[in-house]
């Protein structure tokens, strides 16, 4: 016996068909939609995966924004200062006279009026831990949200395609019911004839007014089906206007067991159900293979990295960082009219390595290693938890279809 799996037939089928024709900005196609350009549009206008990619995009921005935290921090500042007053200080006049008197004090003007300072500096990393640690938290970060927007993607490909297949199934519902309501109308309308001619009774008529007071409601409901189906259909579209909505494709023509024998239509929206299969191997190959592709399982397992990294960067604020560092300075001083940098000038040169360690903070970083710790035991046990779950439904899903066939 072979068990079918449609969730990978239906990525596969996607990302074989869909995918490669859809570009942003592209324009909804008029007239009725097949169930590709039905799967293309959605999955170039859906506001849930336009989330996921700006999602996306700033994941990709933190992992350049860690990337920038091995690199050298250049800095350069300059300034310039008119002293309108310049600073005066009193010192003892016997500095400059030896014969004056021990309290006499002059005043000595410090500064020019004009100051001129600029300088270049240069902070290089040698070691710190927790940067290299950021890094791979971002990564996972960003693999998160890939993930994220895969699990997006097939989200809304499936609800398109349910709501795709609830429009042509409400369609399919009118018609029969419209059939029904038509054939009851001509029924009775012969038996009030004959009732007229005598040859019916009463109750033939009576019975044949009741069947069509009960069949018109239905056929109301089921236009309002439509209606409803085509709605849904058009808010996972994007579309303003869910009124000029049509699609492709009739389920009571659709041929399942000779796809080729079907229209266009119809084997476009078949290819969709066009999936792989399992052999007989049992139940754990359908389970391996299950949980292989959901994305849910992906997710956690990778958020589970993710508290994992967030834990070593906090245990590494035990280490040390190192760190060197250099620096170029200019500074200028004149009176009267300002010169750019001009003379006397002085320039300054430096060099220096740098260490720094957290000796003691309260406790706090100890607090946030235990606070990360608990994180990563808590995604733990919900991944635990989601693949047992997992493992529980596709078995339950494999005996029922054991059971159908």
Not at 1 to 15: A, D, F, H, Q, S
Not at 18 to 35: D, E, F
Not at 210 to 224: D, K, S, T
Not at 383 to 404: F, G, N, Y
């Amino acid at each position: 016996m072979k068990i079918e799996w449609g969730v990978r037939g239906t990525v596969m089928t996607v990302l074989a068909i869909v995918v490669p024709g859809a570009t942003l900005g592209q324009q909804v196609p008029s007239g009725a939609m097949t169930m590709p350009e039905v799967v293309r549009t959605a999955l170039d206008r859906s506001r849930e995966i336009r989330q996921a990619r700006y999602a996306l995009d700033e994941a990709e921005e933190r992992v350049s924004e860690a990337w920038g935290n091995v690199y050298p921090v250049v800095e350069l500042s300059a300034n310039y200062t008119r002293n309108l007053s310049p600073s005066i200080s009193f010192l003892p006049a016997m500095i400059f006279n030896p014969a004056a008197g021990p309290e006499e004090l002059i005043p000595v003007r410090f500064g020019a009026d004009n100051l001129w300072v600029s300088s270049i500096t240069v902070d290089q990393t040698l070691l710190d831990a927790t940067s290299f640690f950021s890094l791979g938290a971002a990564g996972r970060f960003r693999a998160l949200q890939d993930e994220v927007l895969r699990a997006r993607t097939q989200a809304v490909v499936t609800r398109v395609r349910v709501a795709y297949y609830d429009l042509l199934l409400a369609q399919e519902q009118e018609r029969l019911i419209d059939n029904s309501v038509r054939r009851v109308r001509e029924n009775r309308d012969e038996a009030q004839a004959l009732h007229r001619a005598g040859l019916a009774s009463d109750y033939d008529v009576l019975r044949l007014e009741v069947e069509l007071a009960n069949l018109e409601p239905n056929l109301r409901r089921a236009g309002n089906a439509i209606v409803q189906a085509r709605r849904q259909l058009a808010v996972e579209l994007d579309l303003d206007d869910p009124e000029s909505l049509a699609v492709a494709g009739s389920l009571a023509a659709m041929n399942l067991e000779d796809v080729s024998a079907n229209t266009s239509d119809n084997r476009a929206i078949l290819q969709f159900s066009r999936i792989g299969s399992f052999g007989s191997e049992g139940g754990e190959t359908l389970v391996a293979g299950a949980l292989g592709v959901r994305s849910d399982l992906r997710q956690l397992e990778l958020a589970e990295d993710l508290r994992r990294t967030e834990l070593r960067i906090e245990q590494a604020q035990y280490f040390p960082t190192v760190s060197v560092f250099g620096g170029y300075d200019i500074n200028a001083q004149q009176n009267g009219s300002p010169s750019f940098f001009g003379s006397p000038r002085a320039y300054g040169r430096r060099v220096g390595i740098r260490l720094s360690l957290n000796i003691f903070n309260g406790f706090q970083r100890e607090s946030r290693i235990d606070q990360r710790r608990a994180g990563l035991r808590s995604a733990q046990s919900q991944t635990r938890l989601a693949r047992d779950q997992a493992k529980a439904q596709v078995r339950t899903i494999s005996d029922q279809v054991a059971e159908a066939l």
